[in-house]
């Protein structure tokens, strides 16, 4: 059964900590993205990442990092340095590096909130 | 001025009338465009996407792109209550697949 998969769907962080939100995908894709979603607002992109050991910023990466060790998994990380953490977090991959035609599959999200 | 707009709605229509959504983007160098629907608290799905000037049809979804005009619609016909959602519209380049996304429409379809 393909597709994305984010854990854990909820998560609660306390000021200070540093919390790490999972990505998975077994699409064989080679794009994977974050994105942030704020209560009645658009996706708004943290990371992406068009290859293994490869990824660049977004437009709101302060505060946040990833990781690509493998293909098929995406961590990010939402340190304490991020002043207001609590939003949607979606994760999305797709299979071309180089094409703006490609579709963009979502996982299903986290939620997080700061306590 | 926001890269890619949308009208925040809601957007309240009769069930079996014809919703019509509208996105404007300032981004010349933007060839793809994406419609997904979000219900509440889920994660986005694609509805359509378009690249070329026109329509495009699927089921009871058109999609209409003009680059000229800058804007891009999405119809959807014979509207239903589970067609209450939020439709959110998106924008790539060229390269990268980099999509910028506008603030979504809420469509709110009465039985």
């Known amino acids: 059964d393909g597709g994305i998969t984010q854990s854990p769907k909820y998560l609660f962080r306390k000021e200070g900590q540093n919390v790490t939100l999972s990505c998975e995908q077994n699409l064989n894709h080679d794009a994977m993205y974050w994105y942030r979603q704020d209560p009645g607002q658009g996706l708004r992109l943290i990371y992406y990442s068009q290859i293994v050991n490869d990824f660049q910023k977004g437009d709101i990466a302060e505060g946040y990092s990833v990781s690509r060790e493998k293909k098929e998994s995406f961590p990010l990380t939402v340190t304490s340095a991020q002043k207001n953490p609590t939003a949607f977090y979606l994760c999305?991959?797709?299979?071309?590096?180089?094409?703006?035609?490609?579709?963009?599959?979502f996982g299903p999200g986290t939620r997080l909130t700061v306590l | 001025q926001k890269e890619v707009e949308q009208n925040s709605g809601p957007l309240s229509v009769p069930e079996g009338a014809i919703a019509s959504l509208n996105c404007t983007y300032s981004?010349?160098?933007?060839?793809?465009f994406f419609w997904y629907r979000q219900y509440s608290g889920k994660s986005p799905e694609l509805i359509m996407s378009?690249?070329?000037?026109g329509d495009k049809e699927d089921g009871r979804f058109t999609a209409q792109l003009n680059k000229a005009s800058q804007y891009v619609s999405l119809l959807i016909r014979d509207s239903q209550p589970s067609d209450s959602a939020t439709y959110l519209c998106a924008a790539s380049k060229a390269a990268g697949n980099k999509l910028t996304f506008g603030g979504g429409t809420r469509v709110l379809v009465k039985p």
């Open positions: 999305a991959s797709s299979s071309r590096v180089t094409s703006s035609t490609d579709t963009q599959y």
């Open positions: 981004d010349r160098g933007s060839q793809s």
């Open positions: 378009i690249y070329s000037n």
